[in-house]
């Protein structure tokens, strides 16, 4: 049996994502572009909405305390462009477009507040306390020898860490397809990754998603060592939320308050910190060895509200970009192949401006770009390889080195190993610093048995379940989403998005969970969702979040009007009923109303269709 072990935190305080204003809607569309000095009882705060920006990410928020001695900003009279705020006690000026003060110059910036703006336009700003909990009991750097300290890329998110005689491991997928069967492993990770990992004194995954937590990796894992000791954050959704349905059995998962210093011995400890855009489900890991830190942010977007510690030893994030269904997989309206190339291109082109102020921020001694090499490598998924372009770590690596080239960039390849140590030693050639695997070592993988995985979701298919119609509202009801305006048609699908010999075409009415045969009379948004029919019905079957759908292209979308329901997809991948519907009750008294008999005459493909790619049981 899974044994989920909470860490306790001895007393010291834990993070936490604390909400210091909410506006309401109409004190939202009343802000107006430039700076907001907003007061509430005895807090007050600064809101920049960005005139140039109103729509991709406009808000940019801080309480209304100078950090230099704590006195309270006024609008700057001799400011044009009305984004600088002047501190009332001794004249300190904050630019508010980057929250950087710019008197004194190149000084200091601005602790930030996370603005979450909601569905129905009221907006909340979002605080994390400590701030710095790497504060708490800093230490000193004691020196290291070469050998002491390295770090090792397997593939896409998945480090091994050797630190003194302990090795941990970083998010590792190092087998098998993410959500679901859209994305593969780009690299080769080591030939004898199973035994490193299985080796590993402890395991860190940041959050549920998985190409972090991989199921088909901890699947192997499990097999051969069930005890290892994993450690994840105490997320709002758990990361190990599915593991039941898995059917992986791990011995020892430790669930950590944020912000708080797990001691492995006394020269090594790691604190998880939380992401200030997605708090309930993304985290990022500070590890100490010997006051040495190494900062791995993973996917957060914002990770512990922008304020990191600087001067970190290394630093990894993630870099690619493409890790989401838009664009790509909406149609209709404005959504041409034009279009979205030119998007896409634009968003790539923020996202390596964006990662490289980060690092330069950090200002590591070691930088590596990671969490970024996956591929939609399937053949039915070749429209979304060509369509999804990602930045290449050198792209990036290049960029940061153009504005700080003291920074050391690594661009690694499965296997490669850096030594912190060499780094570090002025005396010596920086290239030895890293090692590359022995020539000839295979480094980009040419196959990746899509059968066994794909075969294994498309026995979905054949449940009896999908043989009586009511498992629609069954499902819906148990999902617990309504009271919103919002009629999706769901559409089952071969492969390649066209109609299937039984699939499932229905429609859902959110305004009061109900299942019409047409589309009401009165005004409403309108959502059209395609979906292939395994993964649609696995998802199903299981429970299991909409990311597989999502964010791994087994859908095709388009809507009316073209306007994301935050609502609706925060819910459906996020706020779902841990345990799956209750099928087999579901399918008792099914067959006691139908005598035993499908209540459809046809609800799955027929054993001839070879519509499906990989399918052998349909």
């Known amino acids: 049996m899974t044994v989920v072990r909470f860490v306790p935190h001895r007393g010291k305080m834990e993070q936490k994502s604390v909400e210091v204003l909410r506006l309401t809607p109409r004190e939202t569309d009343g802000l107006r572009p430039g700076i907001n000095l907003v007061c509430r009882e005895a807090d007050s705060f600064v809101i920049y909405k960005d005139p140039k920006n109103p729509d991709d990410d406009p808000y940019k928020a801080c309480r209304n305390i100078c950090k230099h001695q704590g006195g309270k900003f006024v609008q700057d009279v001799e400011d044009p462009g009305c984004s600088v705020l002047r501190c009332t006690k001794h004249g300190w000026k904050l630019d508010c477009s980057t929250m950087k003060y710019v008197n004194p110059p190149d000084s200091f910036s601005q602790e930030r507040l996370v603005p979450e703006l909601d569905e129905d336009g009221s907006l909340a700003l979002v605080e994390l306390i400590p701030p710095e909990p790497w504060k708490v009991d800093a230490r000193a750097q004691q020196e290291i020898q070469p050998g002491e300290v390295q770090l090792t890329f397997f593939a896409h998110a998945c480090m091994e860490l050797k630190v003194g005689d302990k090795t941990m491991f970083f998010d590792p997928w190092l087998t098998g397809p993410a959500f679901a069967r859209g994305w593969w492993l780009i690299h080769e990770p080591p030939a004898d990754w199973l035994d490193k990992l299985s080796r590993a004194d402890l395991i860190y995954i940041s959050h549920v998603h998985s190409d972090h937590l991989s199921y088909p990796t901890l699947t192997l894992l499990a097999e051969k060592n069930p005890d290892i000791p994993i450690y994840v954050g105490d997320t709002a959704m758990p990361v190990f939320c599915k593991l039941e349905q898995s059917g992986v059995r791990l011995n020892h998962i430790n669930v950590c308050n944020f912000g708080v210093w797990q001691e492995i011995n006394e020269d090594l400890r790691f604190m998880i910190l939380m992401d200030g855009v997605h708090p309930d489900m993304d985290t990022c890991i500070l590890v100490d060895y010997k006051g040495h830190l190494i900062l791995n942010t993973v996917d957060c977007t914002q990770p512990n509200g922008m304020r990191l510690p600087k001067n970190v030893d290394i630093m990894m994030s993630d870099f690619a970009g493409g890790a989401s269904g ?21 968003e790539r082109k923020k996202l390596l401006y964006y990662k490289t102020q980060v690092v330069r921020d950090v200002n590591p001694k070691v930088y590596c770009p990671f969490a970024g090499y996956f591929v939609e490598a399937h053949p039915a998924d070749k429209y979304i390889r060509d369509t999804n372009t990602k930045n290449s770590a050198e792209q990036l690596n290049a960029l940061i080195n153009r504005y700080s080239d003291h920074i050391v960039p690594w661009s690694p390849k499965p296997g490669s190993t850096l030594d912190l140590a060499l780094v570090l030693d002025d005396t010596v050639d920086r290239s030895l610093a890293i090692v590359d ?29 999908f043989a009586y119609p009511d498992w629609i509202p069954v499902y819906y009801r148990w999902a617990g989403f309504r009271d919103y305006n919002l009629v999706l048609r769901m559409i089952e699908t071969d492969d390649d998005f066209q109609p299937i010999e039984g699939g499932y075409d229905f429609l859902v009415d959110f305004s009061d969970l109900s299942f019409p045969q047409q589309r009401p009379s009165r005004e409403h948004a309108y959502l059209e969702i395609k979906n292939r029919i395994g993964v649609h019905r696995q998802t199903v079957l299981k429970g299991l979040f909409w990311d597989d759908l999502y964010i791994g292209f087994n859908n095709r979308i388009s809507r009316n009007p073209d306007t994301f329901h935050f609502r609706f997809w925060n819910h459906m991948q996020i706020l779902l009923p841990e345990q799956p519907p209750d099928w087999e009750s579901f399918l008792h008294e099914q067959r006691m109303m139908h005598d035993g008999k499908p209540a459809r005459a046809v609800w799955k493909p027929s054993k001839k269709s070879d519509s499906i790619a990989g399918c052998s049981v349909c």
């Open 326 to 346: 838009f664009p790509m997989a909406f149609s209709g309206g404005r959504y041409t192949d034009e279009w979205k190339a030119k998007f896409i291109a634009t």
């Open 437 to 465: 695997p022995p020539p000839g070592t295979k480094i980009y993988k040419d196959s990746w048995d899509f059968d066994s995985y794909i075969d294994k979701i498309n026995e979905s298919i054949e449940s009896e379940v």
